[in-house]
């Protein structure tokens, strides 16, 4: 059992930066990737940006050269340092994480309990 615990979120004026964070913790298990999610009401939930294990990033065309995800695997913890933000980007983030329980070799995927963002303009 695992649970991921995010903060950051927050009200921003366009323009501001904010940073937010997902630590992971419980059961023993291989991270392979974490990454955070936004949705915003009416929209459908999308990927913002994500990490591998092996340190690849990939990021939607709307936040690439503004966001930059970043991880500390030691600590099981990822980053989304979001810069120039504009009214768009408000939504709830939601931190995400798969990878294997290194017991059972199960595959798992967690969620976050989000977090809001709100950029005024």
């Known amino acids: 059992q695992v649970q991921l615990v995010e903060s950051g979120g927050g009200l921003v004026q366009a323009g501001g930066s904010l940073r937010l964070s997902c630590a992971a913790s419980g059961s023993i298990f291989r991270i392979n990737a974490m990454g955070w999610y936004r949705q915003a009401p009416g929209k459908q939930r999308e990927l913002v940006a994500a990490i591998t294990r092996g ?67």
């Open 55 to 121: 340190g690849s990033t990939n990021y939607a065309d709307s936040v690439k050269g503004r966001f930059t995800i970043s991880r500390d695997n030691a600590k099981n913890t990822v980053y989304l340092q979001m810069n120039s933000l504009k009214p768009e980007d408000t939504a709830v983030y939601y931190c995400n994480l798969v990878g294997v329980n290194t017991v059972s070799n199960a595959p798992v995927a967690y969620w976050g309990q989000g977090t809001q963002v709100t950029v005024s303009s």
